[in-house]
């Protein structure tokens, strides 16, 4: 037994779990391209050989770093439509969703950029957007058909990414008109253009 306190090994039972947070951090600063091992272990304050002992790779980190945002965006997402009771009730929980920005802060929609375009690349990561998109469904499923489900899954991603550039925000009033547009049976047929 070594006699050097420094070499004695301590438990850190958190460790793996800190490297995936800083993962993300090192994501929303640098991006996917710019995410090393060096960048993350820093980022952790972790040796560099916790990276490998941790992870299979980048790719390995990579995907259970976006998999922890998806669940989180997906739960903040769901928990919020969870407390409406009937249709109208999760109608004002959309509008709450998309106008308080509960999808969309700024950090997640960045993340959200990063990870669309890495599955994009790397297409055995689009199972967790699926899950996601899945999750999301579901839980407007209890409220509205799938086909409208689709709709206001893509509506309420849609106005995150447009509302983060887009300099004339819609208030809650202009928000709440275009999710009842969604939710309206058109009962004249469709429009004629």
């Excluded at 997906?74 to 509960?102: P, T, W, Y």
């Excluded at 206001?152 to 995150?160: Q, R």
Aim: hydrophobic share 45%; charged share 20%.
């Amino acid at each position: 037994m070594s006699s050097n306190p420094s070499a004695i090994r301590r438990p850190d039972p958190d460790r793996k779990q800190r490297i995936i947070n800083a993962a993300v951090d090192v994501i929303v600063e640098y991006g996917v391209q710019g995410t090393t091992h060096r960048r993350v272990a820093k980022a952790a304050g972790v040796p560099l050989g916790s990276m490998t002992y941790h992870f299979n790779g980048m790719d390995d980190l990579l995907h259970l770093a976006f998999t922890q945002v998806a669940h989180a965006s997906s739960a903040a997402f769901v928990g919020r439509l969870a407390e409406a009771g009937n249709r109208e009730e999760a109608i004002q929980a959309l509008v709450d969703i998309i106008a308080g920005n509960i999808w969309s802060t700024p950090r997640t929609l960045l993340l959200s950029y990063e990870l669309y375009a890495f599955a994009a690349r790397k297409p055995e990561l689009a199972a967790i957007m699926r899950d996601w998109m899945q999750a999301s469904r579901e839980a407007l499923g209890r409220f509205f058909d799938p086909l409208t489900c689709r709709a206001l899954d893509a509506l309420v991603e849609g106005m995150g990414i447009h509302g983060s550039v887009d300099p004339a925000k819609l208030d809650r009033g202009q928000i709440e008109d275009i999710i009842r547009r969604l939710c309206t049976p058109q009962l004249n047929g469709p429009a004629v253009i």
